[in-house]
């Protein structure tokens, strides 16, 4: 077979599913390309860039010192190795000045005639302008089922063959009928173009039968996958992409939950609860309230038992509605959680905690994250590009998780907690005393705090829940652990626990949650945020549909 036909077959197999394919001799500095190469770089004389400098200036000036630094990694003088790789989000300009966002993935190999670096890496599309053309489509989240099984069995690598594996055999099953693009670490989106609305079961159940019937053929043998599926009408339900997206993860939520392995439309998923008109509608507020920077943080301090100096200050999210009035979490999270959008709601929570700790190097801050959150790769991943060169900012920052987080898949949390650690952050185990994680777990799991369920501190004063309190401290103290007790309403509340031991106390005694950056003096002028609403210029400008999306898939 000549190469003009291997060639030829490869960049219709690249360009059928979307990907852009190179080739670099880092030495000489020689790019070859194959693929779909007009789609994702959509230069102005229709050549791909020849050389790095002419890459480079494809790429969104604010993103080349990431890639850059990405090239770096694996590419200095004492670790360069073959096989060493690296994947890496950015922005590309395109030539008439469109721009979109692009994953690349690469691998370092060793030329054995010349002896030069050679990178063989791959762009693919992960443009929300794709949702955006969705309208009047039928959509579809597909998500693999138990895939921590196969990453505890397994490991990362072969769990992102996997999804990998999966992604193209969707692409092939639907072929030019439709769209796939991957959202989240392990659902994929699709979309069909004039596909009556009954017809979408159909496929759905096709699809399933598939991964039923035919195992992934993958590195270690054939491996049977097994997915669920959530559908929806984008113009019937959804107002624009953000929205048709959570709707149609709220079906596969529900696919999931009743046994996994199925279809569930997004009608049939909504009609399963009394409140789902309310659920949405708080759905649709949070959206709205994102958009329009209306979603802030709230600090409540946390003090030292011993000298009532505040150690750090817990960040709880708040919501003001149109009309100003602002709203505690308990109004809205449960809704947010039964609409799957518990992940987007801690990455704009961390989001914003990073910009306080940015413009405040003495402040210490806590931040809350959902056992959805902790168990996603790419919210780990993404943590780490934006800390890994911001050590100042990492020392500041304590993760807090809950019980619930340790127990749903206690390895992956150990592997997690490590990996922020390592980052430079302190991990916070919240809410303790309330589940069953024993302390020999808190010594694997690399906890720096653990922060006492408030149903004991605000009960104290009875002589049982008094006693657990000392308990808790006593075993704390056993593994090196520092405490913290929570929900401390009176000032003899607070004097008992510190008398008990307890190294940190957090609750009204000391000061209620608030909007405004409690560690600056009453009168600074950047102590308050402007209200919503007033009319003033924000501090921060509104959010824009592409941001949205980006803050969903992480």
Aim: glycine share 10%; with cysteine.
């Amino acid at each position: 077979m000549s190469s003009g036909v291997w060639f030829e077959h490869l960049s219709k197999t690249l360009s059928s599913n979307g990907l852009a394919a190179y080739i670099w001799d880092v030495d000489a500095d020689i790019f070859e390309w194959r693929g779909d190469i007009g789609a994702i770089l959509g230069t102005e004389d229709g050549q791909p860039p020849a050389t790095s400098i002419r890459f480079n200036g494809l790429i969104n000036p604010q993103d080349v010192p990431q890639r850059l630094s990405a090239l770096h990694d694996i590419l200095k003088a004492e670790g360069a190795s073959a096989g060493r790789g690296f994947s890496t989000a950015y922005r590309i300009r395109r030539g008439n000045g469109q721009q979109i966002d692009v994953t690349e993935s690469a691998t370092l190999h060793k030329d054995p005639e010349t002896g030069h670096a050679i990178l063989c890496g791959s762009l693919r599309i992960n443009d929300s302008a794709q949702f955006a053309r969705a309208a009047g489509q039928e959509a579809a989240a597909v998500g693999i089922d138990r895939l921590s099984m196969f990453n505890e069995g397994f490991g990362a690598k072969f769990t992102d063959e996997i999804i990998d594996l999966t992604g193209k055999r969707l692409r092939q099953m639907i072929g030019g009928g439709g769209t796939v693009a991957r959202i989240d670490g392990d659902v994929f989106a699709m979309f069909f173009s004039n596909a009556p609305h009954a017809e979408m079961a159909a496929v759905a159940h096709h699809l399933l039968r598939s991964f039923y019937e035919v195992p992934l053929q993958t590195a270690k043998g054939p491996i049977g996958v097994g997915i669920s599926i959530g559908g929806v009408l984008v113009n019937r339900h959804c107002k624009d992409p953000a929205d048709m997206l959570t709707k149609a993860e709220m079906a596969l939520q529900t696919a999931k939950e009743r046994g996994r392995g199925r279809y569930i439309s997004y009608n049939e998923a909504a009609g399963e609860s009394a409140n789902t008109r309310l659920i949405l509608e708080s759905g649709d507020v949070f959206l709205s309230a994102l958009k329009d920077n209306r979603v802030r943080l709230a600090f409540q301090p946390v003090v030292n038992s011993k000298t009532n100096d505040v150690t750090f200050h817990e960040s709880l999210i708040r919501l003001f509605d149109d009309h100003g009035k602002m709203h505690t979490a308990g109004d809205f999270i449960p809704a947010i959680e039964k609409l799957g959008l518990a992940r987007l709601v801690d990455r704009y929570a961390m989001r914003l905690a990073i910009e306080e700790l940015s413009m405040f190097p003495e402040l210490s801050l806590s931040v809350n994250v959902s056992h959805l959150t902790l168990s996603d790769p790419d919210w780990l991943r993404g943590l780490v590009a934006s800390l890994r060169d911001r050590p100042d900012i990492a020392a500041r920052l304590i993760i807090e998780i809950t019980e619930s987080a340790v127990m749903n898949d206690v390895k992956k949390t150990i592997r997690t907690t490590r990996a922020l650690r390592d980052l430079g952050c302190r991990v916070a185990l919240d809410d303790f005393g309330a589940g069953y994680t024993a302390f020999s777990q808190l010594k694997d799991l690399d906890i720096s705090l653990v922060k006492i369920d408030k149903s004991f501190i605000r009960n104290i004063g009875e002589s049982e829940n008094h006693l657990f309190v000392r308990a808790l401290q006593a075993l704390a103290d056993g593994v090196d652990i520092e405490t913290v007790g929570e929900g401390a309403e009176t000032m003899s509340d607070a004097k008992l626990l510190a008398s008990d031991g307890i190294h940190h106390i957090q609750g009204y005694v000391f000061g209620y949650p608030s909007v405004e950056r409690v560690w600056l003096p009453k009168h600074h002028t950047q102590r308050k945020f402007l209200a919503p609403g007033s009319g003033q210029k924000a501090e921060r400008p509104d959010i824009t549909n592409g941001e949205l999306m980006e803050l969903i898939r992480g």
